[in-house]
């Protein structure tokens, strides 16, 4: 079976445009040099690259991404590019040919039994299909999408369509079903103890109650909304819900006056209630006064119809005595005529009053209800105001999320795979935990004949920061060892600085920032069985015959002003077959925890790699993370974590 890799589109925002622009560059040089079974791949990261800068640009390399990938029959690329043409179009506004391009992206994906990918096409194309205006289509795509996010169990992911049913249904002002769906979402996020999201639905449900017209439900749910936005600390979202329980305060103080689907459905259940009464014969018209208005009105239209019932009843008995009593006919005529006319004038007044208290009603409803008219024509007024502002914000905060998840895309497809350092380390592992979605950490890895290169790097920061240095330094190091061939560590350690210098333009002013970076960098000459190393604050650990050594590094950082061409040290180092050399950042050894929740520490963190080195590679990787789990227990991880443990 074929393992797609389904990706799902985001646009990296927070690079300046002359990154950006440099990106596409580079991209467009690889394709020129890469051979026609590679040009598939290259031309499909330049459409999602272009996409939010040039929709028509992105439409013409996914097309030319397809061409190559049927060439050569690579369903994978060929699948990723028809999503491609998709987005490409729908950034155009053409929504029916992206659901063309999404459908034959599922029949691939169907065909090959990728549930993801089947999974992630029914959820755009139900997005396409609300963008049209067709809700019932854009539910069963949406719908299906659940249920195989279910079958995968996916859980986030089955969250968040529970989410968009319920967006959807908003849409459609089906209340209740919103609800529902709303409710199914947040509970898979308790679930997950994702109190960002819990929040965002919170105040979602709190909102919907409020346009069904069920305002103490409304001020149950924003409360909570409030309490966990407050504590997560998310002051947009905060603005918002306040602004919610303001508008439904308002209208729980004015609700007399309110006509709400909520308030409705009371009603109805109120003519429910008179006419079990009715039917049993227990109403009176004592017991009608003391209803309310809407239910009183209900009644008293049942009373004039018993009355209307009981005058037939009267007229048929009549007529069925006469058969057996003809003598007495005429007496009975006279009797039930004048029965009648007092019946009738008693219903007549009966009516005559009915009418003057029904008309009476209808006065006061209909002002009441075209006062609240005009007071919600001015609510909607300032509620729409609201909105605008709302979907702003909300408009830039998932631009935001797609940044940051673009840039994790981007950040992992440099990364070097297992694969890669399998050829010059067949066994080994790399630990590596990001603090946030991106990371200020990374490992780098180049092999050259009986040279292999590897280094852990620890970039200023952590997350968004620490991602843009990670990719200056990354390339920086594939331009001074694999184009200049550089492969002495101290030397590299030395262009390295001197480069991040040049490129942040660091001039030595005494107020500028000092950015930079720790490293651990090791070459392994594998025909001599020699380490050369050099490290820039992060020491390596090797382990020779279950004997550790530690190997300190200079310190000063690589790219701060302190740090000169040439002033990195390179030691060398005899190693023997099956040695282990350990490459890390601070990260492990700085987490918080515990009971009293102090640092790791080093000394602990050298015992713990001593300890385990006598386990398999892949069980030591384990082992550090269930270790630094239980030791971090709840508390946020302060930093990224990396290590690296290779064999030689």
Known sequence: ??????????????????????????????????????????????????????????????????????????????????????????????????????QEALAIYKKYKSKEGEAYMNEVT????????????????????????????????????????????????????????????????????????????????????????DYNSALQYLLKSKEKATKAGLTNLLKSVNENIQVVNENMQDKE??????????????????????????????????????????????????????????????ALDKKDKALELKKAELAQKDAEEQRTEAIMYGLASIGC??????????????????????????????????????????????????AEHIQSAIL???????????????????????????????????????AAVDCTGHGVPGAFLSFIGYNLLNQIVKNQMVTDPGKVLGLLSSGIKETLKLTGDEYEISDGMDIAFCTVDQSRFKLLYAGAKNPIYVVSSGELKEYRADRKSVGYLSATHGDFSTKEIDLNSGDTIYLFSDGFADQRGGPQGKKFYYEPFKELVQRISSMPLKSQQSELKNIIEEWQGPREQIDDMLIIGAQV
């Open 1 to 102: 079976m074929i393992n797609f890799v389904v990706k799902r589109v985001a646009f990296f925002l927070f690079l300046c445009t002359t990154c950006f622009g440099q990106g596409i560059d580079e991209l467009k040089k690889q394709l020129s040099a890469a051979s026609d079974s590679n040009k598939a791949g290259i031309l499909n990261v330049l459409s999602e690259t272009s996409l939010n800068k040039n929709a028509s640009e992105s439409l013409e390399y996914a097309t030319q991404a397809l061409d190559f990938a049927k060439k050569f029959g690579d369903v994978n690329k060929m699948a990723q590019a028809y999503v491609n043409l998709g987005n490409a179009h729908s950034k155009k506004a053409k929504y029916k040919e992206a659901i063309d391009k999404y």
């Open 126 to 213: 139900g997005s396409q299909y609300n963008k049209l205006g067709k809700s019932k289509a854009a539910l069963a795509q949406f719908i299906n999408a659940l249920k195989l996010y279910k079958e995968i169990k996916s859980q986030s992911d089955a969250g968040y369509m529970y989410l968009k049913i319920g967006d959807t249904y908003y849409k459609t002002e089906d209340y209740k079903k919103a609800i529902y769906n709303y409710k199914k979402g947040l509970e898979i996020m308790e679930g997950l103890n994702d109190t960002k999201n819990e929040a965002g639905i919170l105040n979602k449900i709190g909102a919907t109650y409020a346009n069904r017209g």
């Open 257 to 318: 006056r309110s006509v709400t689907e909520f308030e409705i459905e009371k009603a109805a259940e109120a003519e429910a209630y008179v006419q079990k009464i009715q039917e049993e014969n227990e109403q009176s018209l004592e017991e009608i006064e003391k209803l309310s208005a809407e239910k009183q009105l209900v009644a008293l239209k049942l009373k004039v119809k018993e009355a209307e019932i009981s005058r037939k009843d009267l007229i048929n008995k009549h």
């Open 357 to 406: 208290l029904f008309a009476t009603l209808v006065v006061v409803v209909y002002r009441a209800y075209k006062g609240k008219q005009r007071d919600n024509r001015l609510l909607a007024d300032q509620k729409e105001e609201i909105e605008l502002h709302r979907d702003e914000l909300h408009r830039v905060n998932h631009q935001m999320a797609e940044s940051i998840d673009y």
């Open 416 to 454: 070097p795979l297992p694969e890669e350092i399998a050829e010059g380390f067949a066994n080994h592992f790399v630990f590596f935990k990001p603090r946030d979605v991106v990371s200020g950490d990374f490992y780098w890895y180049f092999k050259t004949n009986d040279k292999v290169c590897i």
